[in-house]
Nanobody, 132 residues
Framework: QVQLVESGGDSVQTGGSLRLSCVVSAYTKGRSCLGWLRQGPAREREGVAAFSADGANTYYADAVKGRFTISQDNGKNTMFLDMTNLNPEDTALYYC?????????????????????????RGPGTQVTVDS
């Protein structure tokens, strides 16, 4: 079973940057989708970004496009979320998540699957707070 553990959350000022990390274990590339989700105060869970099942492509939510970047270090089984130009609406518990997929699994497919999954495999989360 996939296991995920996030780190890197912090409190920053508006306009600041952060890098979140997620160590992933027992993950089989090509059969699972990996990505980031977040849940802010009094808000429903929302997708942030995802990789295609083969890890070659990425997909971003409109709210973060151009500001956030996901990447991965396969040698260290680690996924990253680089966040820049943060604003108070980015305040949330961020967690990395994985779901199994049958089929090709484009980045958009993976993003939608992760966002809609009722119980994705996920880490405990790391808190990001952006002060105005």
């Amino acid at each position: 079973q996939v296991q995920l553990v996030e780190s890197g959350g912090d409190s920053v000022q508006t306009g600041g940057s952060l890098r979140l990390s997620c160590v992933v274990s027992a993950y089989t590339k090509g059969r699972s989708c990996l990505g980031w989700l977040r849940q802010g105060p009094a808000r429903e869970r929302e997708g942030v970004a995802a990789f295609s099942a083969d890890g070659a492509n990425t997909y971003y939510a409109d709210a973060v496009k151009g500001r956030f970047t996901i990447s991965q270090d396969n040698g260290k089984n680690t996924m990253f979320l680089d966040m820049t130009n943060l604003n108070p609406e980015d305040t949330a518990l961020y967690y990395c998540a994985a779901v199994t997929i049958s089929g090709k699994g484009t980045a958009g497919d993976c993003y939608r699957l992760l966002r809609a999954a009722s119980k994705p495999a996920r880490g405990p989360g790391t808190q990001v707070t952006v002060d105005s």
